[in-house]
């Protein structure tokens, strides 16, 4: 245990003796020392978020913004059974790859750390980790895989703020509130990393679980409709595609190495994303079963389960307050390739936010292109799920965790030693193999055949650009009545 001890020690040093270092790279370039930021004042209250706490409401925050409303239309292509079944297993699993990614960038951390690097100015990232542990060709992979999947997460974010508001005010097309929404999510360029996310954080997980419960209780109110069916699973693309849903659901991970990045001990880390899924859990289960039970078999033309819902003041709140975490997770989302971009054109260490920001516009151009060619609101959550998260999420960090390991000198010298609930690295190792061949196989095989065939159906259906995905068709307008001649 020694090593492991060593690492931790070395690492908590740090992290209290340069916080000012730290904090340059994520405020305004005139650092502060630690006794302010933890100090009670407003701006280290709202704006300097680095404890276990923060770590927690960022993860949570993010795994459940706009999944939240596809998840009963998942539920319709699963089953019942098998939406909550896939729910917790995807969940844990996720968090075990979750667990796999905080090792690696401890072990990362600590080896640089012994090398005298310093990270002033710097925010690592997990393409970096790869980096360091494994060669430029996992760099490559990590990068290729995390940028493309953050970017469409991006991208599902800005469509599901265009589908929300038309229930709200359908005055507009949904191309139109993209267009809109856009503009509102750029704005996101201004907060510097998620060291400074504390506040919105929180505020977004409120207004989640809000909505969750809002679903629920909305969907019990209202009962089932009039000659409701529970048919689900009917066919293999559709289920498969709903399965992908759920495994896209946890994979939040993209951003767990920046997160881990801005706290002041990131080997507290180990188990946050775990207690945040079971926080997901009481908000994913009962609203996607319960919409489920309500509506049926209808949920399949319906991606998003607002939809459904009778009008009310309850619903409008509910809308507005996805809306605002939506563009939240828009920037949770795309921070990461912020930094990226940054680094790309050598703006990563400036200290001003607004040069930062001016920096960082271009990243969002394409994000909004590609949400108006690619409207398709639950349909794209899938094919993201099977062909980029599968990869991104549970196949690189498992396979890196085993080949950083896979000798006895690395695993004498680890910094981090196996779990105390899985004590051995062969059973480590057992794991790791389960988890890259399933979703291998499951996820990206079978999800991805199933999610593109969905894909395409509805490129077919609606056309790319298509202005008002899913809208209702306009109703004729009566016949005038005939007009009776009086002779």
Known sequence: MLPQKQAEEAIVSRSNSTLKDELEQDVDGKGEDEAAVRGFNMKSLLWHGG???????SCASNQVAQVLLTLPYSFSQLGMLSGIILQLFYGFMGSWT?????VLYVEYRTRKEKENVSFKNHVIQW???LDGLLGPYWKAAGLAFNCTFLLFGSVIQLIACASNIYY????LDKRTWTYIFGACCATTVFIPSYHNYRIWSFLGLGMTTYTAWYLTIAAVVHGQVEGVTHSGPTKLVLYFTGATNILYTFGGHAITVEIMHAMWKPQKFKYIYLMATVYVFTLTLPSAAAVYWAFGDQLLNHSNAFSLLPNSGWRDAAVILMLIHQIITFGFA?????FVWEKVIGMHDTKSI??????RLPVVIPIWFLAIIFPFFGPINSTVG?????FTVYIIPAMAHMLTYRTPSARQAAAEKPP???????????VNVFVVGWVLVVGFGLGGWASVANFVKQVDTFGLFAKCYQCPKPQPPPAPAPQMRHY
């Not at 979750?98 to 905080?102: N, V, W």
């Open 354 to 359: 607004f040069l930062r920001a001016l920096a």
């Open 168 to 171: 709200i005010n359908d005055r």
């Open 386 to 390: 099977a062909l980029l998260v599968s």
């Open 51 to 57: 404890s276990a706490w923060d770590a927690w409401f």
């Open 98 to 102: 979750a667990y796999l990614i905080s």
């Open 127 to 129: 393409f970096e980790v």
């Open 420 to 430: 105390f609930f899985l004590p051995s690295w062969t059973a480590m190792y057992a």
């Open 334 to 338: 795309c921070t990461p390739l912020y």
